[in-house]
């Protein structure tokens, strides 16, 4: 395989409309969304959230994440050159297969959240055999 | 501006206002090298020692390498994303590959003190001054 390097890009800042009761900056993590036979698989890039500031809920088939942020770390810091700024990270999908909220598993390793939303029973694609 | 913490939400708000007035500062003139490749930078100060700050989420610890000398550091590494082949991809804004990118500081550095963390996807490096770019105080007669 060729090797590839890897482009820097902006962090995407959350511009929506209305107000929100939070103030600073919000950023929409990058995100990849595979589908296996029985999962379907969320992996947001979240630098700097730890597992204890994750926060995963499903509801009515909208799936909201949110990470904070650490911002102690930069206590006695004083930023004299910046390219990125650093804020809690949310996004929201709607997830349009039958999940099983139950068994819904996450991981999160070196700043990547992984979901795991196991596909009920009813949704798992059945294979039809042609006679 | 030092940064002081009370309440988490101010402060992190005052980070962000204090981050964004020195974004695109050209604190490293005309001498950084790379400017704008990944991954992208923050420096602040601590005292007299620097500390660079880079995020490199799905970065393994294993896969950076850290290299300091005189007054530029280099940071290497590859990011990799493991795919399931079995998997249909419904989205795909993550990206992989290889980096390598050099930043050449406004000051020697002692770099046999330097430290580097790597947590939750963001590495940070300390930076101490060499001891002859240390600033002096200067007693008046």
Redesign the interface.
């Known amino acids: 395989m060729a090797t590839q390097e890897v482009a820097a890009r902006e962090k995407r800042e959350l511009t929506e409309n209305g107000e929100r009761t939070e103030a600073g900056k919000l950023f929409s993590p990058y995100t990849d969304i595979h589908e296996t036979e029985r999962a379907v698989v969320v992996s947001m890039e979240m630098p700097g959230v730890d597992k204890e500031s994750i926060d995963i809920r499903l509801d009515k088939g909208v799936l909201t994440v949110r990470g904070t942020v650490d911002s102690a770390r930069y206590e006695t810091l004083r930023p004299i050159y910046t390219e990125f700024n650093v804020g809690n990270f949310v996004r929201t999908f709607t997830v349009s297969t039958k999940i099983d909220a139950a068994r819904i598993h996450a991981t999160v390793v070196d700043g990547v959240l992984t979901i795991e939303l196991p596909k009920a029973a009813e949704a798992v694609a059945k294979r039809i055999a042609v006679s | 501006?030092?940064?002081?913490?009370r309440d988490?939400?101010a402060?992190?708000?005052g980070?962000?206002r204090?981050?964004?007035?020195?974004?695109g500062?050209d604190?490293?003139g005309s001498r950084i090298s790379g400017s704008?490749?990944?991954?992208?930078?923050?420096?602040?100060?601590?005292g007299e020692d620097?500390?660079l700050v880079a995020?490199?989420?799905?970065?393994?610890?294993e896969d950076l390498d850290i290299q300091v000398r005189g007054d530029t550091v280099r940071i290497q590494g590859k990011?990799s994303?493991a795919d399931?082949e079995?998997?249909?991809?419904?989205?795909?804004?993550?990206?992989?590959?290889?980096?390598d990118r050099t930043l050449t500081l406004p000051a020697e550095l002692d770099a046999a003190k330097v430290s580097a963390q790597?947590?939750?996807?963001?590495l940070?490096l300390r930076l101490p001054r060499a001891e002859n770019a240390k600033p002096r105080t200067v007693t008046i007669n």
């Open positions: 501006m030092v940064i002081r913490v988490p939400f402060t992190l708000l980070l962000q204090a981050m964004e007035g020195v974004m500062s604190w490293f704008g490749a990944y991954p992208l930078v923050n420096v602040f100060s601590d620097f500390v995020e490199l989420p799905g970065v393994k610890k990011k994303i399931d079995q998997a249909s991809v419904h989205r795909r804004e993550r990206a992989a590959g290889q980096f790597y947590r939750d996807g963001v940070t």
